[in-house]
């Protein structure tokens, strides 16, 4: 059986697509099999022919020296930078979980883990409806695979209350959080270091994590690390 872990934020550009190449580079170091899959990206590169570069599956694969086309890491890729439900509404496309979790379900077979990156934070939506109720957002994806999920957060200004909202909203979903990474983290800073003691305290969930702007590795040990996959 292949284990996962859903890699979500706070919110746009916190560092996902930083993290999750952080992690699955550190998974393959340790000698596990670790593969990288991002059901939706907004924003993508265009080549001079027109054909589209998924930016943030081509770092993840760089990085951890992953030894495939990014194109292959994901289901939908669209060129504006705006939230996948508009994305796919102006290019013309329903985006459907079926296809996610088939495209998934068949890139899992090549690995024994897999780190698995949202868009946005973990109320992104990805579908519009006429009915709020019918409004798929990503939270909604995360419970159809059936995943825990670790919550990425910057380490500065603001952190407390962004993490304890993500915190609350998953719990909410009943979705797991298994722990907190803290981006762009330092360690000489007061208020740094403040907002990881206070985010540990109002969520009852661990940092298990911090990673220093364009740090190379991420300071977590194997065990703990295996430990935070869960079984599809």
Known sequence: MVKSLFIT???T?????YISGLLVK??????????????VLSGAEENIDGSLVPGDCKFVTGMAKLDIEPMRCLSYCFKEAVSPHLAAKRSGVKISKYKIIEDYNN???SYDYMILEGAGGITCPLCDASQKSDIFLL??????????IIIVADGGLGTINSVVTTTEFARLCGITVK???LNNF???????????????????????????????ELDIEKELLESLFKED
């Open 186 to 216: 330092d360690r000489s800073n007061f208020m740094h270091r403040d907002n990881l003691y206070m985010t540990e305290k109002m969520t009852d969930i661990n940092v298990i994590a911090t990673a220093a702007r364009n740090c190379e």
């Open 9 to 11: 934020a706070t919110g």
């Open 107 to 109: 890139l899992k077979k």
């Open 26 to 39: 550190k998974m393959r170091e340790y000698g596990f099999n670790c593969g990288y899959f991002k059901p």
């Open 179 to 181: 722990g907190i990474i």
């Open 139 to 148: 939270s909604d994806l995360i419970k159809c695979m059936d995943m825990d």
């Open 13 to 17: 550009d916190i560092g996902k697509t």
